[in-house]
Nanobody, 124 residues
Framework: VQLQASGGGLVQPGGSLRLSCAVS????????MGWFRQTPGKEREFVAG????????HYADSVKGRFTVSRDNTKNTVDLQMNSLKPEDTAVYYC??????????????????WGQGTQVTVSS
């Protein structure tokens, strides 16, 4: 199983970035997908999640209204569109795949596979 995140970079406050995660080695359409982020010294935190059939999405309060998660089950990809970026959005962003549907998608424990992370830096 491989999850390959891309699209990170340096952006000014108020700017936008689009992260993408390409997934292989599993039946993508049966997995929930999540985006998490982590800064040094802090725990990895939930950012956004999307159900297998894309009929439901969830967001952390800190990104609601600014970030949008989407998936393409024909291409095995999940994207995170990030708008109105703030310096506090600076982190390494990780995509994750899981099928532990008894747990909330906000929990790291509900995910089985993780990507390698992509750095997002919001700074002027």
């Amino acid at each position: 199983v491989q999850l390959q995140a891309s699209g990170g970079g340096l952006v000014q406050p108020g700017g936008s970035l689009r992260l993408s995660c390409a997934v292989s080695g599993l039946t993508f359409s049966t997995y929930r997908m999540g985006w998490f982020r982590q800064t040094p010294g802090k725990e990895r935190e939930f950012v956004a999640g999307i159900k297998p059939t894309a009929d439901s999405t969830h967001y952390a309060d800190s990104v609601k209204g600014r970030f949008t998660v989407s998936r393409d089950n024909t291409k095995n990809t999940v994207d995170l569109q990030m708008n109105s970026l703030k310096p506090e959005d600076t982190a390494v962003y990780y995509c994750a795949a899981g099928r532990n549907f008894m747990m909330t998608m906000r929990s790291r424990s509900s995910y089985d596979y993780w990507g390698q992370g992509t750095q997002v830096t919001v700074s002027s």
